[in-house]
């Protein structure tokens, strides 16, 4: 599923100044304990979590994660959105839900 089709099913809001929109995510991933996303998320995956400091840029960058979707409307650290920009990882935040963008996704083929 293609970034921008992500950004307009969850009615997200790009926080990096980095954004390919037609970049793809092949999957999606939801979890907040970094141990576990690093251990079990996927290559290319669309990762949805509450965390917003600057150890989720280091995280998605060892996974090769498509994006970022910090959910439930939580503001990004800047330090973080610096380190997301320098290392071209999308974030994406949503005032929805974890849940409820998972929900979202997965109906429509995520």
Same mark, same amino acid.
Not at 14 to 35: H, I, P, Q
């Given at each position: 599923?293609?970034?921008?089709?992500?950004?307009?099913?969850?009615?997200?809001?790009?926080?990096?100044?980095?954004?390919?929109?037609?970049?793809?995510?092949?999957?999606?991933?939801?979890?907040?304990?970094?141990?576990?996303?690093?251990?079990?998320?996927?290559?290319?995956?669309?990762?949805?979590?509450?965390?917003?400091?600057?150890?989720?840029?280091?995280?998605?960058?060892?996974?090769?994660?498509?994006? /970022? !979707?910090?959910?439930?409307?939580? +503001?990004?650290? *800047?330090? $973080?959105?610096?380190?997301? #920009?320098?290392?071209?990882?999308? /974030? !994406?935040?949503?005032?929805?839900? +974890?849940?409820? *963008?998972? $929900?979202?996704?997965?109906? #429509?083929?995520?």
């Amino acid at each position: 599923m293609k970034l921008k089709t992500i950004l307009d099913l969850i009615e997200g809001e790009v926080m990096t100044t980095y954004f390919e929109g037609d970049k793809e995510a092949t999957t999606g991933f939801v979890g907040d304990l970094l141990s576990v996303v690093m251990g079990k998320a996927s290559e290319d995956c669309a990762w949805v979590t509450i965390q917003s400091h600057i150890n989720v840029i280091a995280v998605a960058t060892l996974v090769d994660c498509a994006c /970022i !979707i910090v959910s439930e409307g939580y +503001s990004i650290d *800047a330090d $973080a959105l610096i380190k997301a #920009n320098l290392e071209e990882i999308p /974030i !994406i935040s949503t005032k929805l839900s +974890s849940y409820e *963008a998972c $929900a979202i996704l997965a109906r #429509n083929g995520l």
